[in-house]
T-cell receptor
Framework: SQQGEEDPQALSIQEGENATMNCSYK?????LQWYRQNSGRGLVHLIL?????REKHSGRLRVTLDTSKKSSSLLITASRAADTASYFC????????????FGTGTKLQVIP | DTGVSQNPRHKITKRGQNVTFRCDPI?????LYWYRQTLGQGPEFLTY????????KSRLLSDRFSAERPKGSFSTLEIQRTEQGDSAMYLC????????????FGPGTRLTVL
C-alpha cells in the first residue's frame, strides 16, 4: 500500500513559474526523499531530507519537512519544459528496515 | 559507472506462463530492491537484498513470486503461473550501505500478461 499521497495529482504551469508539490504520509519516518520519473523511464533521485531537518536546497529544488504534520513539500523554482515528469515522495522508517514506501505521485507539466 | 540495468525491457507472455527478469545493480552497491509499479501509481516495494541475503519481503510477494541474488551481485525475479493482474512495470534499484538509503533505479521491465 502507498504510504503517502501527493497533492495535487496533476499540475500544469508555464515555463518560468514555480511549482509546488505536497506530500503527506502516515507513520513516523527516518528519511523522506523525492524522486522524478519521466514518462516510461526509471526514477531519478532528487533530494533527501532527514527527519531532524526542516528544509533543504539543491539547485532549483527546495524541500521542507514538517514531521508534526507528517507532510513535506517540494518547490521547483523557475521551471523548465524539461521538468515535465511525475514526482514522488518516498519514506523509510529506519531502525534497520530498508523498505521505502512511495506516494502516489504528482504529474507536472511545464508548458514552454 | 554504468548504472542499474534490467533485462528484458519488455516482456509479453500468456497467462499461466513463467517469466524471469534480471537486474544488474551498480557494481559497488550491496543493497538491491525490487518494486512493482502500475499505471498512475507509485512504485510498491516487493523485496530487498543485502548482499545475497533476502532480508525483507512485502506481503505483495505471493508464493508465485521468487527473487534471488545468489552471489550478491545480479538478481532475478521470477513469476510463476502469471496472471493478468501481474501486468506492471517491475523496477530494480540498488544502493550503498549509506544510512540515507538513496536508491538508484534501473529503467524497469514492462510485463504484459495476455
Amino acid at each position: 500500500s502507498q504510504q503517502g499521497e501527493e497533492d495535487p495529482q496533476a499540475l500544469s504551469i508555464q515555463e518560468g513559474e514555480n511549482a509546488t508539490m505536497n506530500c503527506s504520509y502516515k507513520t513516523s519516518i527516518n528519511n523522506l526523499q523525492w524522486y522524478r520519473q519521466n514518462s516510461g523511464r526509471g526514477l531519478v533521485h532528487l533530494i533527501l531530507i532527514r527527519s531532524n531537518e526542516r528544509e533543504k536546497h539543491s539547485g532549483r529544488l527546495r524541500v521542507t519537512l514538517d514531521t508534526s504534520k507528517k507532510s513535506s513539500s517540494l518547490l521547483i523554482t523557475a521551471s523548465r519544459a524539461a521538468d515535465t515528469a511525475s514526482y514522488f515522495c518516498a519514506t523509510d522508517r529506519g531502525g534497520g528496515y530498508q523498505k521505502v514506501t512511495f506516494g502516489t505521485g504528482t504529474k507536472l507539466q511545464v508548458i514552454p | 559507472d554504468t548504472g542499474v540495468s534490467q533485462n528484458p525491457r519488455h516482456k509479453i507472455t500468456k497467462r499461466g506462463q513463467n517469466v524471469t527478469f534480471r537486474c544488474d545493480p551498480i557494481s559497488e552497491h550491496n543493497r538491491l530492491y525490487w518494486y512493482r509499479q502500475t499505471l498512475g501509481q507509485g512504485p510498491e516495494f516487493l523485496t530487498y537484498f543485502q548482499n545475497e541475503a533476502q532480508l525483507e519481503k512485502s506481503r505483495l510477494l505471493s508464493d508465485r513470486f521468487s527473487a534471488e541474488r545468489p552471489k550478491g551481485s545480479f538478481s532475478t525475479l521470477e513469476i510463476q503461473r502469471t496472471e493478468q493482474g501481474d501486468s506492471a512495470m517491475y523496477l530494480c534499484a540498488s544502493s550503498s550501505s549509506s544510512p540515507y538509503n538513496e536508491q538508484f533505479f534501473g529503467p524497469g521491465t514492462r510485463l504484459t500478461v495476455l
